[in-house]
């Protein structure tokens, strides 16, 4: 297991890996949705496309990660209690949502959203923590 | 627990950002312990008293003395 690096060092190395992943993220999704008509693409290149949009995200998941094993022991703490809170929210959400679709109340919904719903929900709990709430 | 290291921090006349810079944690940690919204572990209680140069003892308190804790 990587060894505690301390505050700042850790967080330095997070924003070496968060900076470059979200432009690279930002400039996949710009060129995929500007260039690529899915009606036409081969599936080669949709498939290269999803990869390309993917891929950085999934780089900055490693590197929050690698963040919360590198930082202080208080800062461990907190994002790991809103990685929890987050993904405990999200799954009661996909519960909710898929026994309404499942029962024909709402249509499909994309699976793709969970994505940046999983981020909302974890923003929400570090807003919870700021204001001194707890589960 | 309690603590005085804000008593200690303002003799020196630091910050609670320069006080996390020297322990190499966030101010919000800083901020935490002060508060007693979270107790240290012993390393970093002890880097602490290092800093402060003081014994632990003389910085946190649990409220048991050792007198206490004997009977």
Redesign the interface.
Known sequence: MTQPKGFRTANKRYMRIFVPMMALYCVAISVALTFIDLDTASTGVRMGAAVAIALPLIAILMAILRLVRETDEYTRMRQLQALSEGGVMLTGAIFILGFLERFNVIPDIPLFLFGPGFFFFYGLAHLRQSLGKTV | MENNIRALRAERGWSQQQL??LL???R??VN??ETGK?D??LP?AFAIARLFERHIEEIFDDGRSVAKAAE
């Open positions: 996390a810079d190499d944690v966030s919000q940690s935490a312990i979270y240290p572990s970093l």
